[in-house]
């Protein structure tokens, strides 16, 4: 065994897994901390009064979700609930999992902080732009309400309570929270709260909890992630990832985008690895395409955000997410 290698593959591991677990913690801890003190369902009902900025508010609102789709989903549904429009819908869906806290730590982390400012402004500008674009158009209606949105999505179990919007959201959030490995008594502390008044101490506690539950959720992707990277770095030819997705110009681009849009990229894993492949001479261009495009519409997010919208609106959200990644691959290759 070539032991340079072997040290070289451990040295990039202890390199991007350490740093990227104090970033984790961080952020989760700061996540923590504004879900107990900023709640979700009082964010919610302040969109529906302020229509005029929706997209704006929707886009700000989907930073504030740094989860899995799976519970996005769930949010999206109490909002389309509350008669919450398509354009602030949309824009939360599309900034939720491309712009939220712990993807914006982690670019800045791995790329350092221009990128992670450039990718910010690229993506939270199509959440904006792409919400305020739909609430203009035709396809402003294509959402589901009422009946249509519970009897879609809803299983058996949760039907009975559908009557009631707030136990149709809480039921499945329920569900969401534990496809995400989240315990469900961490991830509802800050709403059973709401009507008890906790103490300060009691909320400092729900926060720090629904903070540990948030870092055992990623920080193992985070080390797998740090483990390919570190195998990449020591063992992957830079010769051969320069030959296949080396080149600037604009169809691998293209292509990184359609290609990012079928995959389910682990952003938590994805990262590690594209800053290796692009230190061994990937193009950034489409490295962030490929970030944007996987993150923010995989297959089975366009799954689950189809309980919500209509089919119109499903074509709309994909398409904002991949003129969002064309855009933003073509800036950092060409611009930045």
Request: net charge positive; glycine share 10%; proline share 4%.
């Amino acid at each position: 065994m070539n032991t340079e290698k072997l040290m070289i593959a451990l040295d990039e591991f202890i390199h991007v897994g350490g740093g990227l677990t104090i970033v984790i913690a961080v952020v989760s801890i700061i996540t923590g901390l504004m879900r107990e003190y900023l709640p979700q369902e009082k964010l919610q009902k302040k969109l529906t009064k302020h229509e005029k900025w929706g997209s704006l508010l929707g886009a700000s609102f989907g930073m504030l979700t740094p989860f899995c789709s799976a519970s996005v989903v769930p949010v999206t549904m109490g909002m389309a609930s509350m008669g919450v429009s398509l354009g602030t819908v949309l824009s939360f869906l599309v900034s939720a999992p491309l712009c939220n806290f712990i993807v914006l730590a982690m670019v800045y982390a791995a790329f350092g902080f221009k990128v992670a400012a450039v990718y910010l402004a690229v993506t939270f500008s199509a959440a904006v732009i792409g919400g305020w674009l739909i609430s203009k158009s035709p396809w402003k209606n294509e959402i589901k309400r009422g009946d249509e949105l519970i009897n879609t999505t809803a299983p058996s179990s949760c039907r009975s309570s559908s009557s009631n919007t707030a136990n149709m959201s809480h039921c499945e959030m329920q569900q969401a929270s534990n496809s995400c490995d989240l315990e469900l008594g961490e991830m509802n502390n800050g709403s059973a709260s709401i009507s008890m008044a906790p103490s300060t101490s009691t909320k400092m506690n729900n926060a720090l909890s629904f903070a540990l539950a948030l870092f055992k959720r990623i920080i193992p992707y985070v080390l797998l992630g740090a483990l390919i990277s570190g195998l990449s770095a020591a063992y992957l030819p830079g010769e051969l990832v320069e030959k296949y997705v080396g080149g600037g110009d604009m169809s691998s681009i293209l292509i990184a985008a359609v290609i990012g849009i079928p995959l389910y990229l682990r952003i938590e894993m994805a990262i590690p690895l594209l800053n290796v492949l692009i230190l061994k001479g990937m193009g950034l261009g489409p490295a962030i395409a490929l970030i944007i495009g996987g993150t923010g519409a995989s297959l089975p997010e366009i799954a689950l955000v189809s309980a919500v919208l209509k089919r119109k609106a499903v074509v709309a959200f994909v398409s904002i997410i991949l003129i969002a990644a064309i855009i933003g691959g073509t800036l950092f290759q060409y611009v930045i």
